[in-house]
T-cell receptor
């Protein structure tokens, strides 16, 4: 059974710092991996999607990498801003096209 | 193009009452999903529909039923609500072409007292 783990559960950093969020999964048979952002009381916003054949994707200050063989992904946020404060969720799509989510990392960027 | 829409946004039920959560997508996607999110947790899959006319159980299906009314609409029904079903419910859809990216609705906050 696929399990997705996100470390750390919570993170507090000063503005301007570069940071890395980690995601690990137990079964490497995935179609893709998605990173989402969720603001308090809101829905999910898709940030990056990495296909199983890809190694990384970039969007602005965000860079996500995927190492399928080791079951790991990282989300790198450069030059963090207070507006980046949110919960970041990692999810993998399994062979039945279902998404399995991690519990998320709560990020606080202090001004 | 509204994407994925859900109604209602908020709902309070008494234990034992029933209700249906509605979901619709206008992206011509084949697959649709219902998730629940509890405090401090990620999303867990309740039911999904890979295509019109088919539905399958996810990780936490007990106490729920679904209907794939047509390609656009996928509803979730609680026949006899319980306090354990207090949660935020998200609907999503995926195209089976290209990237299989999943798109989410804004959610329904349900409280069962």
């Amino acid at each position: 059974k696929q399990e997705v783990t996100q470390i750390p559960a919570a993170l507090s950093v000063p503005e301007g710092e570069n940071l890395v969020l980690n995601c690990s999964f137990t079964d490497s048979a995935i179609y893709n991996l998605q990173w989402f952002r969720q603001d308090p009381g809101k829905g999910l916003t898709s940030l990056l999607l990495i296909q199983s054949s890809q190694r990384e994707q970039t969007s602005g200050r965000l860079n996500a990498s995927l190492d399928k063989s080791s079951g790991r992904s990282t989300l790198y946020i450069a030059a963090s801003q207070p507006g980046d404060s949110a919960t970041y969720l990692c999810a993998v799509m399994d062979s039945s096209y279902k998404l399995i989510f991690g519990s998320g990392t709560r990020l606080l960027v202090r001004p | 193009n509204a994407g994925v829409t859900q109604t209602p946004k908020f709902q309070v039920l008494k234990t034992g009452q029933s209700m249906t959560l509605q979901c619709a997508q206008d992206m011509n996607h084949n697959s649709m999903y219902w998730y629940r999110q509890d405090p401090g947790m990620g999303l867990r899959l309740i039911y999904y529909s890979a295509s019109e006319g088919t539905t399958d159980k996810g990780e936490v299906p007990n106490g729920y039923n679904v209907s794939r009314l047509n390609k656009r609409e996928f509803s979730l029904r609680l026949e006899s609500a319980a306090p354990s079903q207090t949660s935020v419910y998200f609907c999503a859809s995926t195209s089976m072409e290209r990237t299989y990216e999943q798109y989410f609705g804004p959610g329904t906050r349900l409280t069962v007292t």
